[in-house]
């Protein structure tokens, strides 16, 4: 073999290596990943729905609103009963992701009722942690962008839940670009995590 062609096994290999993660959770996500706006969903106990980016006012960014509305649509189609808002209580900004997530499902006509808050939900592997075993949740329907779904819902997967997938409509703008981008990465490291969770003696172990 020459050289050239070694080269460009090689980059093959690695190339495949490195989406490995990201295509396994793709395929494991088929069927269970919908359009919120489309039916298709089975019952579940909650919305899980998962927190981003807040403006320093307390509104919450487009994505993180889109997110909400994802869960609000389920809960009015009856698909689930609940709304648990997860995120960071405290972000780097120093801001409330829950508490935007909060209001904007109060706002849409969500009753507080209905409405579980988790403010320790600082990854997606907290938020499906806190979902089992401080709310005793064992299904639900994860909210956030299509790119952000697979890896999601492996996660929550793998801690015993469950799961099913819900993305709002999908917006051509950079941020979604790079959000495809950086979930390549951001799935490596979910499978290092899991992994390391599948050991005896984890807490995480469903």
Same mark, same amino acid.
């Given at each position: 073999?020459?050289?050239?062609? /070694? @080269?460009?096994? &090689?980059? /093959? #290999?690695?190339?495949?290596? =490195?989406?490995?993660?990201?295509?396994? /959770?793709?395929?494991?996500?088929?069927?269970?990943?919908? $359009?919120?706006? @489309?039916?298709?969903?089975?019952?579940?106990?909650?919305?899980?729905?998962?927190? /981003?980016?807040?403006?320093?006012?307390?509104? $919450?960014?487009?994505?993180?609103?889109?997110?909400?509305?994802?869960? #609000?649509?389920?809960?009015?189609?009856?698909?689930?009963?609940?709304?648990?808002?997860?995120?960071? !209580?405290?972000?780097?900004?120093?801001?409330? +992701?829950?508490?935007?997530?909060?209001?904007?499902?109060?706002? &849409?006509?969500?009753?507080?009722?209905?409405?579980?808050?988790?403010?320790? !939900?600082?990854? @997606?592997?907290?938020?499906?942690?806190?979902?089992?075993?401080? =709310?005793?949740?064992?299904?639900?329907?994860?909210?956030?962008?299509?790119?952000?779904?697979?890896?999601?819902?492996? =996660?929550?997967?793998?801690?015993?839940?469950?799961?099913? !997938?819900?993305?709002?409509?999908? &917006?051509?703008?950079?941020?979604?670009?790079?959000?495809?981008?950086? +979930?390549?990465?951001? @799935?490596?490291?979910?499978?290092?995590?899991? !992994?390391?969770?599948?050991? $005896?003696?984890?807490?995480?172990?469903?």
């Amino acid at each position: 073999m020459s050289a050239a062609r /070694a @080269t460009l096994s &090689l980059g /093959a #290999v690695l190339g495949a290596s =490195l989406i490995a993660p990201q295509v396994y /959770a793709r395929l494991t996500a088929l069927g269970a990943l919908h $359009p919120a706006a @489309t039916g298709g969903f089975r019952p579940a106990d909650a919305a899980l729905v998962l927190g /981003a980016r807040v403006w320093e006012d307390g509104r $919450p960014s487009l994505f993180l609103r889109q997110r909400v509305e994802a869960g #609000v649509a389920l809960y009015e189609r009856g698909v689930v009963a609940r709304l648990v808002m997860t995120g960071a !209580g405290h972000n780097r900004e120093g801001l409330d +992701e829950t508490e935007a997530m909060v209001r904007t499902a109060l706002e &849409l006509g969500v009753p507080a009722a209905d409405i579980d808050r988790d403010p320790r !939900g600082h990854d @997606t592997r907290a938020s499906a942690l806190n979902a089992r075993d401080n =709310l005793g949740l064992a299904s639900v329907v994860v909210c956030s962008q299509e790119f952000h779904l697979p890896r999601a819902m492996w =996660l929550c997967r793998s801690v015993g839940l469950a799961v099913q !997938g819900a993305f709002p409509e999908v &917006l051509a703008r950079p941020h979604t670009f790079i959000g495809y981008g950086r +979930e390549v990465p951001a @799935t490596w490291k979910a499978a290092l995590e899991i !992994g390391r969770d599948a050991l $005896p003696g984890s807490d995480a172990a469903p």
